[in-house]
C-alpha cells in the first residue's frame, strides 16, 4: 500500500506560509487517506483552518496517488498560486517538487514508514520504519483515523 | 511509492527450490509492477516459463491488488478456488515488496516462504523516467535523499542486490 503517515501541527504549517501567499493543497485518495491524514474531507479540513486563520488557499486538489508524477504534472492548478501544501506522504511530496519546480512545496505531514492494512480490524502497523522512527515499528493505528491503538491486534513480525 | 528490490538471483531462487515442491509465484498488480517489473502479471508469467523450463513445478499463479492488505490475502487462504491449491502448495515466490513478504508468512505459516523483497524506501513514478526512482531511501541502505531520484538498477548496483525480474 504505501507509506505511514502522521500530521504535522497546523502551527507549524502556517508558520512556513504569509498571509499573502497564495496556496494550493494537493492531497491524495490512497494512503494517507488511509492513514487520515489526507483524503477529501482532511483537505478540506485543512484549507477551511488555513481560511479562517486569514491565509489564501486558491486550490485543492485529490490526486489518486501523487506519487505518480504524471497526476501531479498534469493538474490544473491556478498560474497565481505560490506555495503548496503537499498533504502527502514524502514521495508525493518529492513528486510535487519535481512537477511545479518553480513553487515551494511544504509538508503538512510526517512519514514514518512503511504499512500493512487490515480492514476488517480497522487498523493499519508500521512495519518498516525511517531512523527517526524505529522504536515505533510495530505500533498500530486507526484506520482513517491515524489514532494510535491502544492495544496491538495484528500479531505479525516487523522487519529487523 | 513502495520501492522493492530482489535479495537474490535466480540462480540462488534455484538452489532454494527442490524439483517435488509445489510452487505458487505470487505477486500484487501495484507498486512491484513499477519497480522495473519486479512484480505483476508479465514477471510472474516469466519467471513461470523459466522454473518449468528448469523443470521446476508451478500448479498456480495469484495476481492481487495489493498485499500488503492483510485481509486481501487471507482470503486467499480461507475460500475457493485458491483455497485448496494454498493447501497443497509447498512453497511461495513472493513478487512483493516486505509488507506482502511478512503477510504471507503470517497467512500462510506452514509453508516455506521464499524471502525474495527488499525493500528500500519510497519513489516518484514518472512516464518520463519510464520507471520507478527512488526518493526517500531507508537509511539503512546507506543513500541519501535525492529530490529527483535514483534509478533502481544504480540503487540494486549500489546495494549488491538486483531490480527488475527474475
Known amino acids: 500500500m504505501g507509506a505511514v503517515t502522521q500530521r504535522l501541527p497546523l502551527e507549524e504549517i502556517e508558520a512556513k506560509l504569509a498571509k499573502t501567499d497564495r496556496i494550493a493543497i494537493i492531497s491524495c485518495n490512497t494512503c494517507v487517506r488511509f492513514c487520515g491524514t489526507g483524503g477529501l474531507e482532511r483537505m478540506e479540513e485543512l484549507a477551511s483552518q488555513l481560511r479562517r486563520d486569514g491565509f489564501t488557499v486558491v486550490d485543492e486538489l485529490l490526486l489518486t496517488a501523487a506519487c505518480i508524477r504524471d497526476y501531479t504534472e498534469r493538474a490544473r492548478l491556478s498560474k497565481s498560486i505560490n506555495k503548496v501544501i503537499a498533504l502527502t506522504c514524502d514521495a508525493g511530496w518529492t513528486s510535487i517538487k519535481q512537477a511545479l519546480p518553480g513553487v515551494e512545496v511544504i509538508k503538512a505531514n510526517e512519514t514514518l514508514g512503511i504499512m500493512i492494512v487490515s480492514p476488517s480490524k480497522g487498523v493499519l502497523k508500521l512495519m518498516k520504519a525511517f531512523e527517526k522512527y524505529k522504536k515505533r515499528e510495530g505500533d498500530e493505528f486507526g484506520l482513517l483515523t491515524g489514532e494510535p491503538m491502544k492495544k496491538r491486534v495484528l500479531n505479525l513480525e516487523v522487519s529487523e | ?166
Not at chain 2, 26 to 42: D, M, Y
Not at chain 2, 106 to 129: A, C, N, Q, W, Y
Open chain 2, 1 to 166: 511509492m513502495i520501492v522493492s528490490l530482489r535479495k537474490i538471483s535466480y540462480t540462488e531462487l534455484k538452489s532454494q527450490l527442490k524439483k517435488d515442491d509445489k510452487i505458487v509465484i505470487w505477486s500484487c498488480n501495484n507498486c512491484v509492477k513499477f519497480c522495473k517489473g519486479l512484480g505483476g502479471r508479465e514477471a510472474m508469467k516469466s519467471l513461470k516459463e523459466k522454473l518449468e523450463k528448469d523443470g521446476f513445478n508451478v500448479i498456480h499463479t495469484e495476481l492481487i491488488g495489493l498485499s500488503c492488505v492483510l485481509d486481501l490475502v487471507h482470503l486467499r487462504a480461507i475460500e475457493e478456488p485458491t483455497k485448496s491449491i494454498f493447501e497443497d502448495a509447498t512453497v511461495i515466490i513472493p513478487l512483493t515488496c516486505e509488507d506482502g513478504y511478512a503477510n504471507l508468512k503470517h497467512i500462510f505459516p506452514g509453508k516455506r516462504i521464499v524471502d525474495v523483497p527488499l525493500t528500500v524506501g519510497l519513489g516518484v513514478f514518472s512516464t518520463e523516467f519510464g520507471e520507478l526512482r527512488l526518493t526517500i531511501p531507508f537509511e539503512e541502505t546507506g543513500l541519501k535523499f535525492t529530490p529527483e531520484g535514483i534509478p533502481l538498477e544504480e540503487v540494486a548496483k549500489k546495494l549488491g542486490v538486483y531490480a527488475g525480474p527474475f
